[in-house]
């Protein structure tokens, strides 16, 4: 099993920025990439950013790139993702996942519990 443990989300004014971090612990040997997704009321989930255990390759949405960042700690096994120019349809709730570096944008191994970000106009 792989624990994952967010953080970092909370209110923020449109125009701000925010910084998640996704600790993983447990049996990560054979995990080889981290990513982020976010789910707002009534949407379906939808994927983010990834990023390779190394740290060395990213993939992003359009939806985000340019405005999100992800990377990774390698000593910490966290990976982090900074939000910023943050719009009000960003709001909802970020979730942390791991799994194989393809699979991960679609079928992760394992998620986090997720973290509420609200942005407000």
């Known amino acids: 099993q792989v624990q994952l443990v967010e953080s970092g989300g909370g209110l923020v004014q449109a125009g701000g920025s925010l910084r998640l971090s996704c600790a993983a612990s447990?049996?990560?040997?054979?995990?080889?990439?981290m990513a982020w997704f976010r789910q707002a009321p009534g949407k379906e989930r939808e994927f983010l950013a990834a990023?390779?255990?190394?740290?060395?390759?990213?993939n992003y949405a359009d939806s985000v790139t340019g405005r999100f960042t992800i990377s990774k700690n390698n000593a910490k096994d966290t990976a982090y993702l900074q939000m910023n120019s943050l719009k009000p349809e960003d709001t909802a709730v970020y979730y942390c996942?791991?799994?194989?570096?393809?699979?991960?944008?679609?079928?992760?191994?394992?998620w986090g519990q997720g973290t509420q970000v609200t942005v407000s106009s």
């Open positions: 990023i390779t255990w190394s740290g060395s390759i990213t």
């Open positions: 447990g049996r990560t040997f054979g995990m080889n990439a």
């Open positions: 996942a791991v799994g194989a570096w393809v699979p991960v944008r679609t079928r992760p191994a394992y």
